[in-house]
């Protein structure tokens, strides 16, 4: 199942990559964890639970097998690249990991980090096959 989500333009910010100075539009999914980016393109993974087991796999001791499940069930993107941890959202310009997070954090601390950020067009893969794809509104 495919599910349009509209993003209203005032809703939309832009950020500028580090590398080569182009601006990208982004629209950041608050409480959206864990989820993963692709390492190709800028779709993502998101698993969703329930707050009890998600607040169960947040642990210390579940922290690393949790991870290692959840890279294990997510799909391959329709890109045929990986939906990984440590994988980040690239500027579409140079490729490069954009600083979408200020303090740049591991793969176990993005696994905690439930900002989810969105560019125009990008599908957002859940359980069970659904789908959501973002479309910013000019
Ligand atoms: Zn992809
Ligand atoms: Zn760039």
Not at 50 to 74: C, F, L, V
Not at 82 to 93: D, E, G, T, V, Y
């Amino acid at each position: 199942m495919e599910e349009i989500v509209p993003i209203p333009s005032s809703s939309i910010k832009t950020i500028k990559c580090d590398t080569c100075n182009t601006t990208s539009h982004i629209y950041t999914v608050k409480e959206a964890g864990p989820h993963l980016y692709c390492t190709k393109c800028n779709n993502v993974y998101h698993e969703k639970y329930s707050d009890q087991d998600h607040a169960k796999i947040r642990t210390k001791w579940g922290r690393r097998k949790s991870m290692s499940i959840i890279e294990s069930q997510a799909p391959i993107c329709e890109c045929r690249g990986l939906f990984l941890f440590n994988s980040h959202p690239n500027c579409k310009n140079c490729g490069c990991d954009l600083p979408i997070i200020e303090h740049e954090p591991d793969s176990r601390e993005r696994f905690l980090y439930s900002d989810l950020v969105v560019f125009d067009g990008t599908v957002e893969y859940l359980n069970q096959g659904h789908k959501r794809i973002y479309r910013f509104e000019q």
